[in-house]
């Protein structure tokens, strides 16, 4: 198995990207890696590391670097040697199974639409991160790929986030929920509604709508909505968490008595931080690309680019890409059209 | 000034909005009631409370309640012997200043279009509740009155909004900031960017677009977005707290040491959920209705009402609904259409 790597993508590039690759390396033993960034760079970086099994390491030089803030189409199409195009393009030419990178958003998604490409028949990639709750995780998707959507993109984001879920986390028959502001069948906006009865139409274990206050609840693994409301729900729980957790800072240091209390409380917050913490769950897979595109956080350290390798073993292991590609050419076309519309 | 009060609606209804309603009478002297309800049930909780000066109370007898089970359109049309169209009915004939209602959101939306009626020129009604952050609370709408919105309705949202924040909430020049999936102006959905034009040509103080992250950072006064994100932003936060209290809860539970700390830390948690409780600040208005119509939260309690009497003088009080008026007539009809669309 191959794993490309932006080793030149994330705010804390490349140190902590080559840092997570080297842990990874020595953890598992069943994969090899390509890094795509500045061939120097790399080799200083990879020389701080010992006990590494070089022979698993290769390097393709491609020392520009996109950045968050340049237009990705733009970025894209003209940084051929930027380290992400780089990566990009051995995935295209399938010479690595997988690609993680922790670079801008937008060029991770634009790069693997115009370069890897949509599996045959999936209308739109989705970015699908798993969400952390109280009791188990969720598959959130889209979360920013596509600000406008159709019915029949969130019809595909169901079954291609329940096949995901099913096949590189092992749940079985995962329930599926679609994003409204109503419970019931006949409530939301004109996309939700057209939208819930092409699900019904699929082989998804469909829960039906899940209103806001659910999210998070831990009750459905899979929850389906355009990319705009995902992005939005995604960002607002990482506010809110920071936001709840600074005024409980300020109230618990307002006096000597919570101050003492804070204290003994500490691995407590500490442990409700780490559940809360995304990261801890490796990147968003791209779902829909042909082939494995996990976007791993910018923000991300060492500790998450070796969950992002854990994650993308699990994904080529899986054959996911084959399974989503088997479950979108089964839809009939006469179950992605909503009656009077 | 006459406050006509839904006494039939909400979750603790009748018991605990007369307990509300006695509270705010003998507090505020500036103003009398009209209860709508079954007259015999709304004597028997007036009677259990002492020192009410009954001369600035009257009752209007509509024993039929709403639920919030029913289809508003319907219930509306058929049950016109209802605590709630009869209040909507006092409102429409102008022998009320202001309308509060905890009962079915949708009923109270339903009423206030079909009955009250718009402002002249406003396109559609937003919801628009008080929501709480660590430093200063902000104004939220649409929260779900339209899932679905049009350029134009979001830029009379921010209009609204921004002359409710000034004029009611006493916030002089407020920022007004617009939900969208990215900062800089060219990125989102069709939706957002027509909007940002749209808003960009009012003169109330535009900030730009918010990601997911900011809206709950106090940075802004005033959030504008469609009723179908504003409703799960709205919902998701309430869940997610919850879910996170509930987190930190079992935590806090799992040892001794954190369970001693947990007591000391007692009043700081209060605090916090206290800060992040929006029935302190009242009720949502419903902005755009020609007349003062709050929606207090289903489960209101006394104190709840007592709140969103206080908010339905200081509406009274400031002549908002005619400065709303004011605002969406002067917006030159050139400036409601985006170019190239």
Not at 297 to 318: C, E, P, T
């Amino acid at each position: 198995m191959k794993i490309v790597i932006d080793a030149y993508g994330g705010d804390n590039a490349p140190h902590a990207i080559i840092e997570g690759v080297c842990l990874a390396l020595k953890k598992w033993n069943d994969f090899s890696v390509i890094l795509t960034g500045d061939e120097t760079g790399i080799e200083n970086e990879l020389k701080k590391h010992e006990g590494v099994d070089t022979g698993r390491v290769s390097i393709v030089h491609a020392p520009e670097i996109i950045t968050c803030d340049e237009k990705p189409t733009i970025a894209i199409k003209k940084k051929k040697n930027s380290s992400l195009v780089a990566a990009m393009e051995i995935m295209s030419r399938h010479e690595a199974d997988c690609l993680i990178s922790a670079g801008s958003t937008g060029a991770v998604l634009t790069g693997a639409t115009l370069i890897v490409r949509r599996i045959p028949g999936v209308k739109r990639p989705a970015l699908a991160p798993i969400m952390p709750t109280g009791t188990k995780p969720f598959l959130l998707l889209d979360c920013g790929a596509n600000a406008d959507c159709k019915p029949e993109y969130l019809q595909q984001f169901a079954i291609m986030g329940s096949t995901y879920m099913q096949n590189v986390m092992g749940i079985y028959n995962p329930s599926v929920a679609l994003v409204n502001n109503g419970e019931e069948k006949s409530k939301g906006s004109e996309l939700a509604k057209a939208s819930y009865e092409l699900i019904s139409k699929t082989d998804v274990c469909f829960a039906g709508n899940c209103e806001g206050r659910e999210i998070f609840s831990g009750k459905y693994d899979v929850i389906v909505t355009d990319g705009f409301t995902g992005n939005v729900i995604l960002k607002e729980a990482e506010g809110f968490a920071m936001e709840l957790f600074k005024m409980l800072k300020n109230e618990l240091l307002s006096s000597f008595k919570s101050k003492l209390g804070a204290v003994l409380c500490k691995s407590a917050f500490k442990s409700v931080k780490k559940l809360m913490d995304y990261t801890e769950y490796g990147g968003a897979p791209l779902l829909g690309i042909n082939g494995g595109i996990i976007k791993a956080h910018g923000s991300s350290d060492a500790k998450a680019i070796v969950s992002a390798v854990l994650q993308a073993r699990r994904y080529v292991n899986s054959g996911v890409t084959e399974k989503i590609a088997k479950s979108i050419a089964s839809i009939p076309a006469e179950d992605t059209v909503v009656e009077g519309l």
